[in-house]
Structure formats: structure tokens, C-alpha cells
């Protein structure tokens, strides 16, 4: 039996937070997904394998894993000197919510409106924005 391969490409976006000087920016990764299935012989039944591969915003390599642990993102220091703690955005269409001003200034990384995540953090972004043609 043959195997079925499946890959997904989408981009991410993070929230880095510098807590001591209280900057926020959003930046973006891309986040590529490889599944593939196929039939084990020896133990009769079908078996998997997930892997992720995350790229910062200029195509550099980041990091691979099995895609069991939470997105691991780049690092980025922050302009005081300390390194920001960074967290990928969680959002979750939600029709009924409209996107509002709260959402694109927030600095936490779920998000439940309309807009699924894409505009969360939005007024915290990065230079990187342009490049990948996201914003």
C-alpha cells in the first residue's frame, strides 16, 4: 500500500511581551505541518507521523518536532536589553463577537471574535508585517 502525505503552509502570529518595560510586538512565523499515513504490515493497522517545521519571518529555520508540544517560536530580545516572552495567538472564530479596538491593541494571546486571531495584537507589529505580506 502506498502512504498519503499531506502538508499544510500558514503563518502564525506571536505576541512577544517584555514584562520590566512593558513592550508588546507582534511579529509572524510560518508554520509548515507534514502528516503522512500509511499501513503498518506488522502490527495490521494504519499508523501516523506529524512533523512541524517553524521558519521566522526571513525563511530561516527555526526548530522541527513531532507537533506533540506546544509552537515552539524564535526569540527576541527586546530593545531594554532583556529577552520577551513570546506566545503564539489563539484565536477562535466567534460570528457573534465583532472585532474591536480591544482586540487589536491586546497584549494576551487568545482570541474570540470575529476576526479568529488575525487582527489580535495587530497594533503591536513588527517591521516583518510588510515582508510577508500579512497585517
Not at 86 to 92: E, I, L, N, Y
Not at 99 to 125: E, F, Q, R
Request: a positive charge.
Amino acid at each position: 500500500m502506498s502512504a498519503d502525505t499531506t502538508e499544510r503552509l500558514r503563518v502564525t502570529p506571536v505576541l512577544y511581551r517584555c514584562k520590566p518595560c512593558r513592550r508588546t510586538v507582534r511579529r509572524f512565523v510560518w508554520v509548515r505541518t507534514s502528516s503522512c499515513r500509511w499501513f503498518s504490515a506488522s502490527v495490521q493497522r494504519m499508523a501516523s507521523s506529524t512533523t512541524r517545521t517553524v521558519y521566522d519571518a526571513d525563511g530561516r529555520h527555526v526548530y522541527t518536532d513531532d507537533g506533540r508540544f506546544a509552537l515552539p517560536v524564535p526569540m527576541v530580545d527586546c530593545q531594554c536589553g532583556r529577552q520577551m516572552k513570546q506566545t503564539p495567538v489563539r484565536g477562535r472564530y466567534v460570528a457573534d463577537i465583532p472585532c474591536t479596538a480591544k482586540c487589536v491593541a491586546a497584549v494576551g494571546p487568545s482570541c474570540d471574535c470575529s476576526c479568529g486571531g488575525k487582527n489580535h495584537g495587530g497594533a503591536h507589529d513588527a517591521a516583518d508585517a510588510a515582508l510577508l505580506g500579512v497585517a
